[in-house]
């Protein structure tokens, strides 16, 4: 990746949050998308319930964005805008959608969804544009990879290919077709069908493109989606992806091979957006 305008930042896990802790708990993630449990706090119960950790989270986050703003847009009020994501990701909260709570593991990732939202309000708010943000989510979303322990992303790419990986994408899929919670995600999975990938899915509908609509931020969607590629270069996770829901697709295609360079990224992608 080249130089980003952020690039004079401390370096730090800017986007780690705690809900991040119990990664490994029950089934593996898949990129986003694994088998979620029931549960039966309803979503004003977790969002109330969680507040207190979901602000602070996201507190991290905006350290994050006033840095970040302040190296790379030094005429941007930096404290504003982050003091500005802050009360926009609050004002947030009460309408996100019902996943059911922590036990869906895309509940993470809708959450993560609207941090990016609520950091293009502020950003807009303050003349920049949805390319902006997202290169700005982008490229803290890099350092957070940076940061994590090579350790760390080799077992996850190694865990992504077993066997109960596949198992949860297959299973998860099916379950998605069920639509239990309207602002979910919904998905198709593919494995080792002899067209040069070992594990896939078919993304049919996107919880984060329900919440970037019903938060009238469709323009900063698609920047959303390129984080999934350096987290596969990292992982040695192969991913190759023709296009997204963000960006107009009929459906998002991911296909992953173990060990297959990635050649997409932001220089690659946004040309198409």
Known sequence: MKSSPGAGISRRRFLQASCRASYWAGCLAVCGCAIPWPASASAQNYYAANRTRLLADFKGVCDGVRQYVAAAY?????PAVAADAM???????PDMADLGGDANRNQLYLIQAGWLAAIHAAMKSHGRTAADSGRLFY???AMDIANTPSPELT????AFFT???????VAWAQWS??????????GRAYVENGSGFDLGYDMLECGA??????QGMMDVAPYFCLNDFPRSRAEGTGLVRTGTLAQGAALCDFRYKKGRDVTQGWETETGRL
């Open 74 to 78: 030094p005429g941007v009020a930096a």
């Open 87 to 93: 009360v926009a990701f609050e004002s947030m909260l």
């Open 139 to 141: 490229d803290l979303n």
């Open 155 to 158: 077992a996850r790419g190694e």
């Open 163 to 169: 066997p109960q990986s596949r198992h949860s994408l």
């Open 177 to 186: 077709e069920l639509r239990t919670y309207p602002g979910d995600w919904v």
């Open 209 to 214: 493109v329900k919440l970037f609509k019903a």
